[in-house]
């Protein structure tokens, strides 16, 4: 029955990738009380699923787990026909342009951030807010260079909260090819003017002055597409302690590639003709089947 269950929910993922992966939350209901909503605007990043858990994550890292009862479920409707969901209460409701999911029967629905400190408590507090005027760019300096994992690599520190907040993932993985970087750097090999040029970057597409927005996207969501700098093919991969989606161009960002952390494996490459919520799909099913 268990494994049923576990069957159920990872059906119920696939169903929701597809429905939601990609695209910009535009509504959030909850009759919950989440720790933290979900901001709208935000990019649907991943779904995942561990047994009948099933989690969400946007691109600023909030991810939230529902925890679903043998009965209960995620549906998707149309935008255009939500009228089959009225009459039933759900938990949580998700839309994006033109889908809504809405989950029903969780025993569980909780939020948290990947780099919340309340759930790690051995980490230490929060870093610098790149959108404060007042922000202090060689603090965040010196917090990179002083990083107490020196193998950590600088995909994984730009979203580690205790260096500086504000960085999502759409804008981390631009963020890297604006500067030429290889996602799998070590923190420790670069020098204190690459880390001052990613903070100044960072800050001033994040200071309120800003549109806050980019305009065009170089690499996130272009999976198997042209590079506009190089013409190399996009790839896309998973990353870092937290598993995060990471776009990338092989052939141009190459900074620092030589000191690449050998910590976390390629494995997770997207062959360039899978679309990435089928990808995810067939590695959770490849992990079922090594684990059961
Ligand atoms: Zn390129």
Not at 168 to 181: A, P, Q
């Amino acid at each position: 029955m268990i494994f049923d269950i576990a069957n159920s929910a990872r059906r119920q993922a696939a169903a929701l990738r597809v429905a939601l992966i990609g695209n910009r939350m535009t509504r959030f209901e909850t009759s919950e009380a989440p720790v933290l909503n979900p901001q709208i605007g935000r990019v649907i990043e991943e779904v995942r699923v561990l047994g009948r858990e099933i989690e969400i994550i946007w691109d600023d890292g909030v991810v939230l787990r529902t925890k679903m009862r043998i009965n209960g479920a995620w549906k998707i409707f149309r935008a255009s026909n939500q009228g089959e969901m009225r009459g039933r209460s759900a938990q949580v409701v998700i839309g994006v342009e033109d889908r809504v999911a809405a989950c029903f029967g969780a025993l569980d629905v909780e939020t948290h951030h990947d780099f919340d400190p309340r759930r790690h408590p051995l980490l230490g507090p929060h870093g610098p807010d790149l959108s404060d005027p007042k922000l202090d760019h060689e603090s965040c300096v010196d917090r990179m260079i002083a990083y107490e994992d020196s193998d950590a690599t600088v995909a994984e520190v730009l979203l580690d909260q205790r260096v500086m907040r504000g960085i999502g993932n759409v804008f981390r993985c631009e963020l890297l090819w604006s500067c030429e970087l290889h996602p799998w750097a070590k923190i420790s090999s670069l020098n204190r003017d690459e880390c001052r040029e990613l903070v100044a970057i960072a800050a001033e597409m994040l200071q309120p002055e800003s549109s806050g927005r980019l305009a065009t996207l170089a690499v996130y969501g272009r999976h198997g597409k042209e590079c506009e700098r190089c013409g190399g093919q996009i790839r896309v991969t998973h990353h870092g302690e937290a598993n995060r989606v990471l776009y990338w161009c092989a052939e141009c960002q190459t900074r620092h590639s030589g000191s690449g952390s050998t910590r976390y494996v390629t494995e997770h490459d997207t062959p360039p003709n899978v679309h990435p919520a089928e990808f995810i799909y067939l590695s959770d099913l490849e992990r079922a089947r090594k684990s059961g």
